[in-house]
């Protein structure tokens, strides 16, 4: 869960793993190169789950009336498709990498994929002594087909109703930090029922409403320790920010209910490589990298939702299910009153 809640910081954890030659060799070979490969390989990671973050804002179209409130205990998880697992790495899009063998072109693991068998490519760099070298490195694994076919997330969430047709939500995550590794998230929506205005709101068989979203997410991995690069102050923030705006409808029942929807998902991550580098260029030399990099993905998505919820009392628990670019699923534990 872990590591898979870092998925924003895996991209550069993963490729650190590797020898520290290899690092040195990536970073001397270019910046723009090492940028250009970490932004397509870490992208799918990244969208997936701003994917998974959008879900299960709502369980039902009709809001709660003034003082009615819910607590809910939400996990989701976005679905991971093959064609997340590999992104198309052409050489010619790039100033000093070639691939060892085969064509210029090739399809290569994502930070959600494997390469089986290993890829090799060579790099080349300029050393002031020896002039032009070349290294060849193996290409970074993602976290692998077994354990990247979903990209959890889990939320505390709450609900209030705050006046005829208006209700207030607001999600997080407890700030998790350990000596390398931060991250919290947090998120708030309106939702606003629409036949709730309508006069004789009672004779619908079904409610409609709108929810507007936003969730953001922030990460940090201190890499000094296990870089392998000599340096300070070297680490991995992320900032994800996304907004949610969804129509839906539910039906009106005392116990079980349906409730679905069409949405559009749009968001922007942002990773920053930060701190000093001092990489090694060839046998005798070295140079400091400072800050060496950012990268971003964006997502900008329609999705649509269908669910159920069942009510027993002050006891909830609703499923729901969504389709877009990443499938997404979500079950949440619902407490509440009214």
Known sequence: ????????????????SKAQNDIDVLLAGGIEDAKRFTNDYLAPGTNGLMHSMNANWFNSAKVKPLGGFEISIIANASMVKDEHKMFNLNTEDYTNVEFAQGPSSQMVSSVLGENNPAIFVEVEYDDIIFGSQTATIELPEGIGSGSANLLPTAFLQGALGISSGLELKARFVPKVENDDVSLSMYGAGLQMEFTEWIPVNNLFPVAISGVVAYTHTDGSYNLTESSGIEGENQRLENDTNTWLFQVLASTKLPVINFYGGVGYIKGKSESDLLGNYRVTDGLLTTQTIVDPFSVSS??????????????????????EYH??????????????FR
């Open 323 to 336: 389709l877009s670019e990443f499938n997404a699923f979500s079950v949440g534990l619902n407490f509440g």
């Open 298 to 319: 964006e997502v900008s998505a329609v999705r649509a939702t269908i669910g159920t919820k069942l009510k027993l009392g002050f006891f909830r628990l609703n499923a």
């Open 1 to 16: 869960m872990k590591k898979l809640a870092f998925l924003t910081i895996l991209c550069f954890a993963t490729i650190v």
